[in-house]
């Protein structure tokens, strides 16, 4: 991953951030957008379809894609926001830069409502059907959050797991943490199953809490509650495990 996509991924966190919108649909913004990138990086390199200098061309299409995939995760998620709000961000964050730097550079105020304005808006409905046409509309989206609650919430009630309520909050608070983490890596956000996902996620936070090898965890493979064989909940594990800042 170049330094330009890793920009945009850190663009796309903050975007979610002012937008004020849920976890849930941040991650849905990240994983439209590891889609599209997965399925983007492949055509690239076919010149047939390149102009005159490709490599911005390319960079102002992700920049359009990336502000496009938080536009449709906060639709998928119902909580839309205005044309005009996603503008806003859209160009105070700089997304058309198209410098190689993991900088985000802020600017002071939000677009004029001039004409270039009004074409922009028109556009946000044409980047976001490039975005569909690129992922095959595939706007299905699971959720590994789901899967660390419901476990955790069974771990605790049937006393496999026994801690104070402070710790099980900090528990909690690192699976979120992970998952900061993890949303940036293509690897976990499209090819690892959510429920693998949340489980290696849990998996590291106990072991993070010193919980991990207690007596009632022992011999207990508390993964396939959730149809995760051995083998895959070891994958993810060390899949993330490579991903943690």
């Not at 922009?120 to 660390?148: C, M, S, W, Y």
């Not at 007596?215 to 070891?234: A, P």
Request: hydrophobic share 40%; net charge negative; glycine share 2%.
């Amino acid at each position: 991953m170049d330094d330009y996509t890793k920009n945009l991924l850190s663009k796309i966190y903050v975007a979610c951030h002012t937008l004020a919108i849920s976890t849930e649909a941040r991650w849905t913004a990240f994983v439209l957008f590891h889609r599209c990138l997965n399925v983007h990086s492949k055509s690239s390199s076919n010149t047939s379809t390149c102009h005159s200098n490709p490599g911005d061309n390319r960079k102002q299409r992700l920049a359009n894609l990336a502000s496009a995939s938080v536009f449709l995760a906060c639709k998928l998620s119902n909580e839309t926001r205005r044309i005009r709000d996603v503008i806003n961000v859209h160009q105070m964050l700089s997304f058309d830069d198209t410098a190689d730097t993991t900088v985000i550079h802020l600017q002071d105020q939000p677009p004029l409502l001039d004409e270039t304005y009004w074409e922009t808006k028109a556009h946000v409905v044409k980047h976001e059907q490039d975005l569909l046409r690129i992922i095959g509309f595939n706007v299905t989206i699971e959720f590994p959050h789901r899967i660390v609650v419901a476990i955790w919430e069974e771990l605790v009630q049937g006393q496999f797991v026994q801690c104070s309520k402070e710790t099980s909050y900090s528990i909690i608070q690192s699976c979120w943490k992970y998952l900061n983490d993890v949303m940036f890596s293509s690897i976990c956000t499209t090819s690892l199953r959510a429920s693998a996902l949340g489980c290696a996620l849990l998996s590291l936070a106990l072991e993070e809490h010193g919980l991990n090898d207690t007596e009632n965890l022992e011999g207990l493979n508390w993964y396939e509650w959730v149809d995760v064989t051995r083998h895959e909940f070891h994958h993810a594990v060390n899949v993330v495990s490579k991903t943690k800042t």
